[in-house]
């Protein structure tokens, strides 16, 4: 009977079903390579081998053959067979070169994001299975909890021989979400006994597969996310022998025993390869690029798996501070095509890989080792642009903690023990200043070891991270299993801030999309404010319809700045528009130059009408008239009074007289003036532009300036010496004539008709 899991959805139905192989197209091992005396890859990758000293490309009959030698590179060359379009890192170079590119975008992912992504829905639940005499047994439990960062769960491996055939009791129990119970801890009351619980995202019972690792532990997720550009690493820690390497690559000599290809045993690292390569073939519309490499920390020096040579020549460890970040120097990379080619790796690291044996454990690690899997994926995007980005993955396999009396180490394991333990204490110090919420800035010693320097930024930088902790359920380990445990706990305060690593190409692309959307906004805001009138969008009776209501109204004001923001079609309308206005104002300034000249024409015409008729006058009514005739200023004309009888044409000192005097005017005198009277009043019914002419009738209205000859009795009188209002007049429409406009049309008129009124219509700018 299988329980129903709460909250995983496809539990195994049988212990030990194999690895799923999915879509992925496998190719099977060719039975040579685990025999290859080389120690290569495969014969037939030892294809554009290189120097790793010198670059130049070796034969592979001169090779020394301990590495993988497929597609090797020199840290200088920089050549690396070309399976992708993007540069991408060869030994020796920087990681700066690939991963400086850690720019964080409006693409990052927020740690909560990476979060629910990272995470199984967030409930607790367990797996139970039958196992081999048909009992019930729960094989996992878990408990998402919100908010954590790093992913932990906890692989309790089952009691070995040894330790059941030495009554070794079990002291770890699983109550159940994610929990464990470890019983017979001492410092319990009265010198007694007491218990311990801890808590972590998932618990795997001993009866736990290797699959079940891979499906429930979150490994699947972070090969996704690795896929997708982040920088994920799985590292397993834990005591020695409580199955570090089993979790990660298997049980020992798993690889060159012949056994079948796909077995059981395999550990999460084959398994995730194969994960790897079946979500690569779901996504054909990009091109991806594997390169792996691969590296032990052997006291405390780097070694590089996939070509020691003879000497195992230790390699450096720098700090980028281009990719703010450590690197080892002339660290091989491998291009992998295949699932073979990564297997390949993980094959010859583990062969090359320093493994001892000490009391605890036959085939016990004696280094840390990193391998490490670089995912770059190139995309079309717009304009014939690729869209790069360099995501990775690391397996981690720490040594195992050791307690020297114990595995009773001597000499150079000794050394080894040492070497290990001092390189965790420093990891264990980290993670504690890691985890302590409560010091805001402390120092991590990052820098203590080789170690904490290579995983820094898995621990607290970019990264995503899941941390398998391993333990024993022995007693005889409970010191190391509450060590672990609580390491573990610590581990899973640790907050990191997740990013996708993406190629600078992409961070420009989208900085300068971002950057043109931003433009487009403001340029829309600023067409709207200025009331420029967009064509763009329009069709060519829209564009004039819209050209010719722009045209009626003012052309809009323009900064120069804002000028230089305008587009191309926006800065033609705007001339458009000002060259229109320009014309009109043209227009407008000859049909004002003409109306001058009539009107000085008139003027002349109006003075000696006025000479002949004042002659006449004279002549037919003698003197005593006033010797100095009043001449009004256009003040003093505009101040009097239409109704007024004193309104005349003629200013004389008598006046009562003056008006009789007009009454005794010759008849044809009279007809002369009422006719040109009459004529004015007709022609003077409306201005040029439409407003009546009757400003004069109107209280606030304009006045209608009647202006009369200057010319004095004296012939050397006032004309001279002070300006009249036609002088006046005159001067103003010269000097000043585009300040005025003047109802030109109906002084043509009157031209027309050959009578020129003394009655000049002035209006000011503002009135028309
Ligand atoms: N879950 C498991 N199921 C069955 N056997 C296991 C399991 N875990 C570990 N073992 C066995 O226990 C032994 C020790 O495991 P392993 O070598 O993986 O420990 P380790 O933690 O890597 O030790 P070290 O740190 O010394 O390398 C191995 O023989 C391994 O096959």
Known sequence: MVTKPNSFKTPPTSRGNSP??????IRSRSPSRSTNNNRGISPSKQKNSTNPKNGEKEPPSTRTGRSPNRNRTTPNAGTQRNVGKSPVRSRGTSPSSKSTASISTNGTMGSSEVNKRFRRPSESGSIERLDEDNNLRRIITSYNQDGD??????????????????????????PGNGQILITDVPGGSGGGLKTK????????????????????SGMKRLIEMAVEGFRCTCFCYGQTGSGKTHTLTGPPGLFGLKKTPYSDAHGLVFRSFMYLFQKLQEQPDKHFILKASYLEIYNEKVIDLLNPGSARKPLAVRWSKKARGFFVENLFTVDCEELDDLIAVLEEGLRNRSVGRHNMNEYSSRSHTILTVHITSEQPAENGVFISRTGKINFVDLAGSEMTKKTQSEGKTLEEANNINKSLMVLGYCISSLSD???????IPYRDSKLTKLLADSLAGNGVTLMIACISPAKSNLCETLNTLRYAARAKRIRTKPIVVMDPREALILSLKREVDVLQNENEHLRTALHVYSTSNLSSDDKNAGL????????????????????????????????KENDILRKENVELYSSRDILQRDHELVCRENERLLKKLEELNPPPLSSGR??????????????????????????????????????????????????????????????????????????????????SDDSSGSRNKEPTKQNSLQSELGESSQERRFSMAKAKEMDKDGVFGSAITLTDEEDL
């Open 149 to 174: 960062n790093i992913n932990v769960v906890v692989r309790v491996r089952p009691l070995s021989k040894k330790e059941i055939k030495s009554v070794d009791n079990n002291v770890v129990q699983f």
């Open 20 to 25: 799923s192989r999915g879509n992925t197209t």
């Open 437 to 443: 919420t409560k010091k805001k800035i402390c120092h």
């Open 197 to 216: 619980l801890f808590s972590y995202n998932v618990v795997f019972e001993p009866a736990a597969t290797q699959e079940d690792v891979l499906q429930y």
């Open 548 to 579: 010719d209501n722009l045209i009626g109204h003012s052309p809009p004001h323009v900064d120069l700045e804002e000028l230089a923001k305008m587009e191309g079609h926006e800065l033609v309308e705007l001339v458009r528009i000002y060259v």
């Open 630 to 711: 009043q001449t009004l200023s256009a003040d003093a004309l505009n101040s009097i009074d239409d109704n007024s009888p004193t309104t005349n044409f003629w200013s004389n000192s008598d006046q009562k007289k003056s008006t009789d005097t007009n009454k005794e005017m010759p008849e044809f005198i009279q007809k002369r003036m009422d006719k040109r009277l009459g004529n004015r009043g007709k022609d003077m019914n409306m201005t040029p532009r439409g407003r009546p002419s009757s400003w004069d009738d109107k209280p606030n209205g304009p006045k209608i300036v009647r202006i009369k000859s200057s010319k």
